[in-house]
């Protein structure tokens, strides 16, 4: 990348930045809920290689991209100014400066292996790369936790995606060998060890290679549906929806059941699946401590009906997928990310996996569909860097 750098920019760079994509192993949709998430980060990374400029001028090249460099005036960077991929990293730039970060301009030469608009957060990773690169070229004061939360902000009022702060937490802060407990809303976080190989286990990600647009307007629409379920319960957020699980409540089911009987029609599943999911989250890091991995995977199963039948952001490719690969042994799966395409994951025996992949492709073949992309997912380290 070094040499690429130079070819492109005339330059000697500083040095070079990692920061992965991630999966889901359970909680979708609960960040933006005030409620709990599991991830863990892959090691498919976008890589950075960065140097300063005296100048002002923020330069960005992408090796993926169409072979053109992005020029920009860091002074003059605001929300809607940048369009495409570009408007990521210029976001993080943008909002150092709006918290008061003396920043100045940079050279910025992008790589990356996490597959786009598959449910596995590469905008994440690219920002968060961009905070790290930042954080060590101006010599900034940010901890892995304050990464994420600008990157969240950059991409809420600078890129215009309202997403929750899960996956750009999980590209800071992740560690290797662990799956990332977060509580959105105490900021309160524990890396839970996720050794699956010592349980003869592996998480098969299934890329449907649907590509999703989580600014199209699908995203925005479910967020605001909960928001609007929060405050006709009179509650700060569906985190503090009544819940199934025992202790919360002496007759939780009843108690749940009361507050949905207050809501229209249409907003009773969205709280379902919130509430639920809260509970699926809580119990399986109660699993992972005791060492109960194969028990995870009928929290999958049960995590995608709810994202499929009461949220509604599954798809026919991602449902296939589900199914195909429960029916070929695999102990659980569901989709991972925000919905409307994107990737499936599959908790499998490792004398299993080839079988499960197998099934997974006839499924797709036999339904006339594009041929997933298949991979392994390890437990990787979170941002770093590597030169």
């Known amino acids: 990348m070094s040499d690429e750098f130079q070819r492109i920019f005339g330059t000697t760079p500083t040095g070079v930045w990692a920061a992965p994509g991630r999966v889901n192993l359970i909680g979708e949709h609960t960040d933006y809920n005030d409620g709990f998430v599991l991830p863990i980060a892959l090691p498919h990374a ?30 003059e960077l605001a929300p809607g100014a940048v369009a495409g991929w570009a408007a990521y990293p210029a976001g993080v730039v943008w909002a150092l400066r709006e918290a ?14 996490v597959p786009t608009g598959a449910g596995l957060s590469s905008s994440a990773a690219l920002e968060v790369v961009v905070a790290a690169a930042y954080r060590d070229l101006y010599g900034l004061p940010l901890s892995t936790p304050a990464i994420g939360l600008l990157c ?85 957020a569906l985190r503090d929806a009544p819940s199934l699980a025992a202790g919360r409540d002496p007759h939780p089911a009843a108690v749940l059941a009361a507050a949905l009987a207050q809501l229209p029609a249409e907003l009773v599943p969205v709280v379902r699946h919130v509430v639920t999911e809260n509970d699926r989250v809580l119990r399986a890091v109660e699993l992972l401590d005791k060492g109960e991995f194969e028990a995870l995977g009928p929290i999958l199963t049960a995590g995608h009906a709810s994202l499929r039948d009461d949220f509604r952001v599954s798809c ?56 997933p992309a298949l991979f392994t997912a390890t437990a990787a380290a979170g941002a770093r860097r590597l030169a």
Do not use: W
């Open 46 to 75: 976008v890589r950075l290689t960065a140097a300063p400029r005296t100048d002002g001028r923020l330069r960005l090249y992408s090796a993926q991209g169409d072979g053109r460099t992005t020029d920009l005036p860091v002074a």
């Open 100 to 113: 008061g970060h003396p920043v100045g301009g940079a050279d910025l030469y992008f790589d990356s292996d």
């Open 152 to 236: 969240q902000r950059a991409e809420n009022l600078f890129v215009g995606v309202p997403c929750g702060v899960m996956d750009q937490m999980a590209s800071a802060c992740c560690t290797e060998g662990n799956a990332l407990f977060l509580d959105v809303r105490e900021m309160t976080q524990r890396q839970v060890p996720l050794r699956l190989a010592e349980q003869g286990l592996e998480l098969l990600v299934i890329d449907t290679r649907v590509k999703h647009d989580l600014g199209d307007g699908a995203y925005a629409g479910v967020r605001a549906g909960c928001e609007r379920a929060a405050g006709l319960l009179g509650l700060r």
């Open 316 to 371: 026919a490719e991602t449902d296939l997928a589900v199914a195909a690969a429960v029916a070929a042994g695999a102990l659980g799966a569901r989709m991972t990310g925000g919905g409307f395409g994107g990737s499936v994951i599959a908790l499998v025996g490792v004398d299993r996996t080839a079988e499960v992949g197998a099934a997974v492709t006839a499924a797709f073949a036999a339904a006339g569909l594009r041929e």
